[in-house]
């Protein structure tokens, strides 16, 4: 398998700590993949970016971006490259740096006109990715609720392409095709309730949307865990055997639809437009926060708010949790339906998984599980 592989030709038995060179390393290689993509990108505007984010690119600030991340990979490769015995990390990010340096760098000229049509979107692969990175991955690796969890655990391969998936043409599940959806409140929105709705202070308004949301998803998520037909699908988001902010992403893009479809539709008939794209902000990121390796809790705002150790639980095998805490914004709709899990001693799960079940392994064999069993 090639995360195996990957492992074996990065992977050493050296120790991981700040200063072994490991976190250098890996910092290089990132940024060097990061900043050769962005250069790639820069050759191949119209077949690899998206056409949605193309007018919204401040060039300068983008080619900074680009320059940094190729300095960024050299400096960081060569801090690793003294620290750590095996180089392997460092000259990857170093040899990414320069490819993108002999390929023009920062400065690669765009000279066709781009017209809109079908395009790949590695540039929002990319840009999401660095970001995503630079919210949780810090959080997890400062304040870790599994500290001896690796960000390189078992299958995390899977779960990057899980990302990709998400990113690349079939945009769907991404947050960009949901903002062309919103367009449909024009059609579904009950005008007086609408208005009414838009009269409300702000922070009213964002309660009740992710209110409506959550009690949508709550119904909808219940029914994958209740109809076999739907687990199916859903049984993929809980094959993860380890929980962190890439852990999120494995979802069957029929789970996707159904669930953001099942969550949007009925906000389009109460809120307006701006109302359900700062939603659709705020839940990227809080759901993807609730499946990070990060231990911090607050106790007194658990009651009110689903934080990490919650949704933790959802993910665990263990049998006396198993089918708990369907609401991923409220613990107090699981209380009010009877579905909720939360141990008051602060403990968190032992294992993660499936319960009794096997799945295959790898993107593509769990895309068709669910149609040939
Ligand atoms: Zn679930
Ligand atoms: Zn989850």
């Not at 030709?9 to 060097?32: C, I, K, M, N, R």
């Not at 968190?348 to 998984?353: A, E, N, S, V």
């Amino acid at each position: 398998m090639l995360e195996q592989k990957i492992n074996e030709v990065f992977g050493d038995q050296e120790p991981t700590g700040f200063g072994s060179g490991w976190w250098s390393g890996v910092l290089s290689a990132f940024f060097g993949v990061l900043a050769f993509g962005a250069v790639v990108c820069l050759h191949f505007p119209q077949l690899l970016t998206s056409p949605e984010l193309r007018p919204y690119y401040p060039m300068p600030v983008i080619r900074l971006l680009i320059q940094a991340l190729i300095v960024g990979a050299i400096l960081f490769g060569v801090v690793s490259g003294m620290l750590r015995r095996k180089k392997v990390l460092g000259l990857t990010g170093m040899g990414f740096a320069l490819a993108a340096t002999l390929l023009g760098g920062a400065s690669v000229p765009i000279n066709d006109t781009l017209t809109e049509g079908p395009a790949i979107g590695l540039d929002w692969f990319l840009l999401d990715m660095l970001l995503m990175t630079l919210i949780f991955s810090p959080i997890e690796v400062i304040w870790p609720a599994y500290p001896k969890q690796s960000v390189f655990r078992n299958e995390w391969l899977t779960d990057i392409v899980y990302f990709l998936s998400t990113h690349l043409p079939i945009q769907i599940t991404s947050f960009l095709i949901l903002l062309p959806a919103t367009q449909l409140t024009k059609y579904l929105a009950i005008p007086g309730l609408v208005d009414a709705v838009g009269r409300l202070p702000w922070l009213v308004q964002f309660f009740l949307a992710v209110l409506v949301a959550d009690l949508s998803e709550y119904a909808i998520h219940r029914a994958f865990h209740t109809v076999p037909f739907l687990w199916r699908f859903h049984a993929i988001h809980h094959s993860s055997p380890a929980l962190d902010w890439i852990a999120g992403s494995r979802s069957h893009l029929v789970d996707d639809v159904l669930v953001r479809g099942g969550m949007l539709i009925p906000m389009m008939f109460i809120f307006p437009r701006d109302m359900i794209v700062a939603y659709l902000f705020f839940v990227t990121i809080h759901a993807t926060w609730t499946h990070c390796n990060f231990g911090p809790t607050v106790k007194w705002l658990e009651p009110y708010l689903i934080l990490p150790r919650y949704h933790h639980w959802h993910h665990t095998s263990q049998k006396e949790a198993i089918d708990k805490n369907f609401a991923i914004h409220f613990p107090w709709i699981d209380k009010l339906f009877g579905t909720h899990y939360l141990p008051e001693d602060g403990k968190w799960p032992d294992t993660y998984g499936l319960h009794n079940e096997k799945m295959p392994a790898g993107f593509w064999r769990q895309t068709l599980y669910p149609f040939v069993r």
